[in-house]
T-cell receptor, first 111, second 112 residues
Framework: KAGVTQTPRYLIKTRGQQVTLSCSPISGHRSVSWYQQTPGQGLQFLFEYFSETQRNKGNFPGRFSGRQFSNSRSEMNVSTLELGDSALYLC??????????FGPGTRLTVL | QQQVKQSPQSLIVQKGGISIINCAYENTAFDYFPWYQQFPGKGPALLIAIRPDVSEKKEGRFTISFNKSAKQFSLHIMDSQPGDSATYFCAADGGSNYKLTFGKGTLLTVNP
């Protein structure tokens, strides 16, 4: 079974721009979560989607948003990028039983 | 508020030794406790997980010990190998939240 895939793997943007990251979950998994990983804050939960509905949201500003499509693929968007948004963004999929399987992440650098 | 506290931050073990990483949690609603292993440039990989109805779970060289009354759980890696050198994260989730709260991580180095 193929794992979680994320595209792109690396991204460089400048302050004020916006960015869209994509995630394809493991086949059959309908829950997709997003996390931000930084050296200072560690792994922090952004949001979780199931059947195209956001079920849970972390403590991030409204500049961070996401969505899920009918095929369970998910995207997250960050608008008006700030230097502090530089991070590894991780997507995790779940068969809806707490177990979460992570993708390789998208490394975002904001200049 | 850090809801899951992990220690130590870093750990150096000799090949064949036992690696022990500890975590403590505050939220009594947590009922799922996984451990993840992360290599540089990779996403975290689920190693082993436990629920509060058991005090210990073993999978190969990896064992989770769980103490519900103390709100603590730990990962033991037996016969540690250089290939185990990685960052280990404990995490916790409660009910049907599907929202993992992570510890800050432990960088494990196993010397040959």
């Amino acid at each position: 079974k193929a794992g979680v895939t994320q595209t792109p793997r690396y991204l460089i943007k400048t302050r004020g721009q916006q960015v869209t990251l994509s995630c394809s979950p493991i086949s059959g998994h309908r829950s997709v979560s997003w996390y931000q990983q930084t050296p200072g804050q560690g792994l922090q939960f952004l949001f979780e989607y199931f059947s195209e509905t956001q079920r849970n949201k972390g403590n991030f500003p409204g500049r961070f948003s996401g969505r899920q499509f009918s095929n369970s693929r998910s995207e997250m968007n960050v608008s008006t990028l700030e230097l502090g948004d530089s991070a590894l963004y991780l997507c995790a999929s779940s068969p809806n039983n707490n177990e979460q399987f992570f993708g390789p992440g998208t490394r975002l650098t904001v200049l | 508020q850090q809801q899951v506290k992990q220690s130590p931050q870093s750990l150096i073990v000799q090949k064949g030794g036992i690696s022990i990483i500890n975590c403590a949690y505050e939220n009594t609603a947590f009922d799922y406790f996984p451990w993840y292993q992360q290599f540089p440039g990779k996403g975290p990989a689920l190693l082993i997980a436990i629920r509060p109805d058991v005090s210990e779970k073993k999978e190969g060289r990896f064992t989770i010990s769980f103490n519900k009354s103390a709100k603590q759980f730990s990962l033991h890696i037996m016969d540690s190998q250089p290939g185990d050198s990685a960052t280990y994260f404990c995490a916790a989730d409660g009910g049907s939240n599907y929202k993992l709260t992570f510890g800050k991580g432990t960088l494990l180095t196993v010397n040959p």
